[in-house]
């Protein structure tokens, strides 16, 4: 970690923009990238480009579909929701995440205590 | 899985229709932008800080395109295909660079090709028969006598056929040639002679007809033959009524009853006119089926699968030693060994082989390391470029791997131009090789050998590309970008590396040059050698005697007598005579011998000497001069006392200060076998076995009283080969118009064919040591040549400051000596090493031969000492006005 700012892992942030699609329904990437920055409160300032590389890798599993929309103000926008497999998947890791957070946490206070 | 699949199919589909994709993605950042840029503008930035700050929260544009080019498409193949038509247009910049490389490396490609498919054929192809890594030859050997591997007797080999239990089946076969008439001209046929056995050990299927029964190896079985492909087409017209009917051998009637495919030959060696008929019908070896004792069948057998060479090497020992206790009198002390058929075959052609597959690879090596050199030399020029694309975002695996890609081009151009010269080589080769190499007739470049050539093509080119990628990648960018010029970045590192790799070349060179010294001295030895007989202007020819007809020694001396009469009574033929073996061109028979008056010799010990029978002129026509004593004459005839001449050389080993005129000896073939014949003559030494070989003791005795059933003819004559094979024909066809006159050859036609291995190799290692000598020279120059245009600008202060031009010269020229120098250490202990590897060739010369070290030595630090003159010499005009501008 440097600074303040939290480096994410890549599979981190493929988790994120799932759980983003699952929770908001279709949005653009910039619509994406500006979701997790505030539901983090500003604390993950990413480049917001690194936001479509995880697009892609979710694509190519077939986790999330694209499609060219019109957005709000008017624009042209590609547009990703989540799949049924995607969905399935994000339940998946979403166990998985907290469990290994809660394996995590646990080891980090039994070191405070010993 | 499932995923998986997906990914691919995505990312080819992408790639398939990847400028749609790239611009859709462009277009997609292109909102992201504006969007970011919406946002700023309603925090209240300026317009143009808006758009800067959207930049830097999206982040570099060309990246984001990039990354998403290589997560979305087939980034390898791509970059591959990049890549290539970048070093293909690399290469067509620089024509001269691009075909020096390529011509080296073709050079060292095909010459390695060419050399592998003999070593392939000869040494790893897989022989003409079914699982040939069953087949193994088994033969008897006397070791505590020298006797390392011979023959079998034919009721040898009945027990040891009966008795094993390793062997899904044994033949045993002999070779002579048969006359064969009837049929237009009589010729003389290559004839196998085998027990029954040999075509299901081979398993081997006729063409048409049928192959041997076991009846047919029984005494009294009507005489039956089959005989080869080429000789059904060439001799008999491709008859198609040829099975069933009869043909001649040596006036013997035989019933041919099955034609072998083309391609099946038994023994390799015979390629053409072959037959085959039993043991049991030939005229010399069916005679000797019931003697017990003798060393003359060659035996072949199949071992059962999953036998291994230990168990059957175990069994061998076994029934050796129950033979050796059943029949002491042939058998005690005899042991049984085991071959495989092809190391049989192939002999000493081996080790020979190998040394010129070693000479030529280290030909590779130099090549390499030249072009190594080349590389480096340019990718310094190119440091800048490399850097300018690291500076914009290149990783180093990238820079690497294109620049590897560029040497795989080149490894690529030169290995189909190398593949190129191979055909040319092995055709070149095939006519040079001597006929006593095993198998030549398989010798071309097939699939094999050409997936060698590519394979040794993608090593070369990652060899000499590693170092110069190696270097590009851990170079120092801002060094690099700040120095400019092309000269940039000419770390001392690089400079070492180009140093010890010219070192290298001279040391590799002078590895090959005292090797082929060491041979070349070897050759010049050989052939300065004298053979004992003065081989000019002899002519030699052979007449076989078909035995049903002439039984007889009687026929046989009646026979010899009226062709010489004959032959010397016409013009310019005065000079012919008859023996059997002739010094180099028959082989030579060794035979023991007792000296009358002198105890038995002790046992494990013996006397022996090489056999030959002579009519009377044979010493005169062969230029033997007389030591002592007399020749034989025309009243040493069968019915005179036995008389026989030696040479000096067993005069000075079993007569040492004594006269040996006078003294009897008692040898001979049966039934003369006990004969005792008193030495009348000392005669001087001859060659008889090969050229490399001293002469060892020999006994001669008159062709009368020791006939043979031929006559092996030599006559010194000036009237030519053709002419005296004409006369010779005739009047072989006025005594008997069925006899074939073979073989008819000049005298120092036949020594040279006994050393064309020895010149064959000798030359190839020449050829490839001079080709190193010239390479290591080009590599000398280049390392020079760039060192000092490197240093024009040094230089050109030096003089500018007053150094004088020789102080000049004199410094590059100690930079090239000390290459030389350094090459020359590593060399010489790898030399040394060589030339013990390869001792066995050697003839008359030390394996550490000083003097060949030394001119070698020598001659490497005088051609490096050249190689460094041209850029010396260009260092010392160096004008200091140029010079110091020349940046």
């Known amino acids: ?114 | 899985m499932l995923a998986c699949i997906r990914t691919a199919a995505s990312r080819i589909r992408v790639w398939l229709s990847h400028n749609e994709a790239d611009s859709e993605f462009e277009q997609e950042l292109q909102e992201h932008l504006a969007m970011l840029t919406e946002e700023n503008l309603r925090r209240g930035m300026a317009p143009e800080e808006a758009v800067r700050v959207a930049r830097t929260r999206l982040g570099g544009v060309t990246q984001l395109k990039e990354t998403n080019h290589e997560l979305k498409g087939l980034p390898v193949l791509e970059t591959i295909l990049q890549d290539t038509r970048y070093a293909l247009r690399m290469l067509r910049k620089n024509p001269g660079f691009t075909a020096v490389v390529v011509l080296t490396l073709a050079l060292g490609i095909g010459a390695n090709t060419a050399i592998f498919s003999v070593v392939y054929a000869v040494l790893l192809k897989p022989l003409p028969y079914a699982q040939p890594e069953q087949l193994v030859t088994v033969f008897q050997a006397k070791p505590q006598e020298g006797v390392m591997g011979t023959g079998w007797s034919y009721t040898n080999f009945v027990e040891l056929r009966e008795q094993n239990h390793v062997f899904s089946e044994m033949a045993g076969s002999q070779f002579h040639q048969l006359t064969l008439t009837g049929r237009g001209e009589p010729a003389v046929v290559n004839a196998s002679v085998v027990t029954p056995e040999l075509f299901s050990v081979l398993e081997e299927k006729p063409l048409a007809g049928r192959v041997f029964f076991a009846e047919d190896g029984k005494r009294g079985a009507p005489a039956v033959a089959i005989v080869s492909e080429s000789l059904w087409r060439e001799f008999f017209g491709a008859d198609p009524n040829l099975i069933g009917s009869s043909i001649n051998l040596d006036k013997r009637s035989f019933t041919v009853v099955g034609i072998m495919w083309g391609n099946f030959r038994f023994p390799q060696v015979t390629e053409s006119k072959q037959l085959w008929i039993p043991l049991v019908q030939d005229p010399l070896f069916g005679s000797w089926m019931e003697r017990r004792g003798g060393h003359w069948l060659r035996v072949i057998a199949r071992v059962k699968p999953g036998v291994s060479m230990v168990q059957v090497q175990a069994e061998m020992d076994a029934i050796g030693a129950r033979l050796g206790k059943e029949f002491p009198a042939e058998n005690d002390g005899w042991a049984v060994r085991l071959a495989s058929l092809r190391q049989m075959m192939v002999g000493n052609v081996k080790s020979a082989l190998l040394v010129l597959l070693g000479a030529v690879g280290l030909v590779l090596l130099i090549v390499c390391a030249n072009i190594a050199n080349l590389l480096l030399t340019r990718a310094t020029s190119r440091a800048r470029e490399i850097a300018v694309r690291a500076t914009l975002g290149a990783g180093r695996g990238r820079i690497v791997r294109q620049l590897l890609s560029e040497t795989a081009v080149l490894g690529l151009l030169g290995g189909l131009i190398g593949i190129g010269l191979a055909y040319w080589g092995v055709h070149a080769l095939s006519s040079l090789l001597p006929e006593s190499v095993p198998r030549v007739n398989a010798i071309a470049v097939d699939n094999t050998v050409l997936g060698f050539a590519v394979l040794l093509s993608a090593m070369a080119s990652f060899a000499f590309g590693l170092a110069p990628a190696w270097f590009a990648a851990n170079s120092n960018l801002q060094a690099s970008l700040r120095e400019g010029g092309g000269r940039a970045g000419e770390s001392g590192n690089r400079r070492r590396a180009r140093n010890l790799l010219a070192a290298g070349e001279i040391a590799l060179a002078m590895v090959l040059l005292v090797a082929a010294g060491l041979l070349l001295r070897s050759f010049g030895k050989l052939m300065a050698v004298s053979p004992g007989f003065d081989a000019q202007h002899i002519v030699k020819a052979d007449i076989s005697l078909p035995q049903f007809q002439y039984s007889k020694p009687q026929q046989w001396t009646a026979f010899s007598d009226e062709l010489l009469r004959r032959i010397q009574a016409r013009p310019g033929l005065q000079d012919a005579a008859v023996a059997v073996p002739r010094p180099i061109v028959d082989g030579f028979v060794n035979l023991g011998f007792d000296i009358v008056g002198n105890p038995p010799v002790s046992a494990g010990s013996s006397r022996t000497a090489d056999y030959v029978s002579v009519s009377p002129d044979y010493f005169r026509v062969m230029g033997i001069p007389l030591m002592a004593g007399r020749f034989f004459d025309a009243h040493d005839n069968f019915s005179a006392p036995r008389v026989a001449v030696i040479s000096e050389a067993m005069a000075r080993h079993y007569f040492p200060n004594q006269d040996p005129l006078g003294k009897r000896l008692m040898f001979g073939f049966p039934p003369d076998g006990a004969a005792e014949r008193e030495i009348v003559g000392i005669a001087g030494d001859v060659r008889d076995v090969a050229l490399g070989q001293e002469p060892g003791p020999m006994m001669y005795v008159p062709y009368t009283q020791a006939p043979f059933w031929g006559a092996n003819l030599v006559v010194k004559s000036t009237l030519g080969v053709a002419g005296v094979g004409a006369a010779i024909r005739e009047e072989v066809r006025r005594i008997d118009k069925d006899l074939p006159v073979t073989d008819i050859a000049t005298m120092p036609e036949i020594v040279d064919a006994s050393v064309a291995q020895a010149r064959f190799r000798t030359f190839l290692l020449a050829l490839f040591a001079g080709l190193a000598l010239l390479l290591a020279a080009t590599g000398i120059f280049g390392v020079i040549s760039y060192s000092v245009s490197c240093r024009t600008n040094e230089i050109g202060i030096r003089v500018a400051l007053g150094a004088s031009s020789g102080t000049i010269l004199g410094g590059v020229f100690r930079e090239t000596l000390m290459l030389a120098l350094v090459g020359l250490a590593i060399g010489l202990p790898c030399a040394l090493a060589a030339s013990r590897l390869i001792g066995h060739l050697l003839f008359g010369v030390s394996a550490y031969d000083p003097a060949t070290l030394g001119a070698v030595a020598l001659g490497l630090a005088a051609v490096a000492a050249m190689a460094g003159y041209v850029p010396a010499r260009r260092a010392m005009r160096v004008d200091p006005m140029v010079a110091l501008r020349h940046e």
């Open chain 1, 1 to 114: 970690m440097s600074g303040s700012r939290a480096e994410i892992l890549q599979g981190t942030l493929d988790l994120m923009v799932l759980k983003t699609l699952a929770g908001m329904g279709p949005l653009h990437g910039y619509g994406i990238a500006r979701r997790i920055e505030q539901i983090s409160d500003e604390a993950l300032r990413i480049n917001q480009g690194t936001i479509y590389a995880s697009l892609v890798r979710l694509m190519q599993k077939g986790w999330i579909s694209g499609a060219w929309g019109t957005s709000d103000n008017n624009r042209k926008a590609k547009f990703y929701s989540i799949t049924k497999s995607g969905r399935k998947q994000l339940q998946a890791e979403a166990d998985n995440w907290e469990r290994i957070a809660a394996v995590v946490g646990r080891v980090l206070r039994a070191a405070e205590r010993g």
